[in-house]
């Protein structure tokens, strides 16, 4: 690109600034420009449920760079807009005042959205959705200030809501339409560990349990009346049943969509000028031979990068193996892979799943691993990424066995 070109970035999140950032690491000297419709400088989301949400964080950690590395870098940061609409044939994006802002290369990076909960009674004041700094800091207050707390859906940011909630000494009940947590991700063998970690910290878990309506009054939640007319009193509630990618500009502006602005693996979409990662993105994944969107830190953080190089020309693609990692109470654990949902013929333990100090795999039709996750067990998933990318049958006895090295089940 001429130097004269100008990189336009949709989105002040985690994966914009580190768009922004790898323009000028790459040697961009065009103007690079970030818009943002929140007010906050971009900053990283984990901590929202974890550090930050229990007040073990100062607000400073959250971000990914000080106001003053945007200035000193020649970047420009427009934050509290919002773009209205994309006019390709013009390069151009629209923001809700009018305003025009032209491009050489935009780059989307606006992420995704919470999924509203559909019954009556959710527009109460009380019930929460976590998505954005400010979110966090008014579930931190609901919780300090209650004594019964609600979650309505199992999956990470409720779980980490929940653990959150009982550290601070509230009542907490979780209330999961599976029958299980986190069932579409980890399956039922992992799943229980999950339900049992909260059960052992004090949580009532309502599973298999349909949300019929807010209860409130004077224009306040007070509980959860599920299908079975049963009701569940709470000071606070908090929705976490899963977002969706925020692909509107993208659809109305005509590009391809599904699932997320599809790209490619170098996080082109059908406009070779319009760029997509991070949350909103669905890119072709050179390992698995398909579109997939992943909405986890990682992707925000690596992706990114990709799609900055491939602006300035750079001849590169995005292959990493799917992350993601959760605190709760007093297990840790990272993810590595990618299975969908029932898409595995079993899992092999290895560890003490009892003390929650192990490692899952699960494993394909074919023998090979397609994830791993180590709960409480450190400095290993390097090496379970290496047993994921190679798609090679392993021996079961020998993953389950821990004086079998794990590097060893990858060698040649």
């Known amino acids: 690109m001429p130097s004269d070109a100008s990189y336009l970035i949709v989105g002040a999140s985690l994966a914009g600034a580190k768009a922004a950032e790898t323009l000028r690491a790459q040697g961009c000297d065009g103007q690079v420009t970030m818009i943002g419709a929140e007010t906050e400088l971009p900053y990283e989301r984990p901590p929202l449920s974890k550090e930050y949400l229990q007040g073990k964080a100062e607000r400073k950690t959250i971000y990914v760079h000080p106001r003053e590395w945007y200035d000193e870098a020649g970047i420009t940061l427009r934050l509290g807009l919002r773009v209205a609409g994309i006019a390709r044939d013009e390069h151009v994006v629209v923001l809700e005042d009018g305003e025009r802002a032209s491009y050489s290369r935009l780059l989307l990076t606006n992420g995704s959205s919470p999924r509203p909960l559909p019954v009556p009674g959710a527009e109460l004041d009380g019930v929460h959705y976590l998505r954005t700094v400010g979110d966090s800091d008014r579930i931190r207050a609901a919780i300090s200030d209650s004594s019964r707390v609600a979650v309505i859906g199992a999956g990470w940011i409720g779980l980490e809501c929940a653990a959150a909630a009982r550290l601070a000494g509230d009542e907490v009940t979780i209330v999961e339409a599976a ?75 005509g590009l391809d969509v599904g699932n997320g602005v599809r790209t490619d693996a170098q ?66 654990m990272e993810y590595s892979g990618y299975v969908e949902p029932g898409g595995y013929d079993q899992v092999v333990f290895r560890g003490d799943v009892g003390r929650r100090e192990f490692i899952a795999f699960w494993i394909g039709s074919g023998g ?11 400095d290993v998933n390097d090496k379970v990424q290496q047993l994921v990318r190679s798609q090679k049958p392993v021996s079961l006895a020998a993953l389950r066995d821990p004086d079998t090295p794990l590097e060893s089940l990858t060698a040649s």
Do not use: C
């Open 179 to 253: 029958e299980l947590p986190l069932l579409r991700v980890l399956g039922p063998e992992v799943a229980r560990v999950f339900a049992d970690l909260h059960r052992d910290h004090g949580a009532d878990l309502r599973f298999g349990a349909e949300v019929a309506e807010i209860t409130g009054s004077d224009g306040r939640a007070n509980g959860v009346r599920l299908a079975d007319g049963s009701r569940i009193g709470a000071d606070a509630i908090i929705v976490g049943i899963g977002i969706t990618p925020n692909t509107g500009l993208a659809e109305a502006a």
């Open 267 to 332: 996080l082109r979409s059908s406009d070779p000028d319009i760029f997509a990662a991070g949350d909103v993105a669905a890119a072709f994944h050179p390992l698995y031979g398909k579109h997939i969107r992943v909405e986890h830190w990682a992707n925000a953080l690596n992706q990114p990068q990709t799609a900055a190089k491939t602006m300035l020309g750079q001849d590169v693609s995005y292959d990493r193996i799917p992350y993601f990692y959760s605190d709760q109470y007093d297990l840790g």
């Open 368 to 378: 090979q691993v397609l994830a791993g996750m180590n709960v409480n067990v450190w």
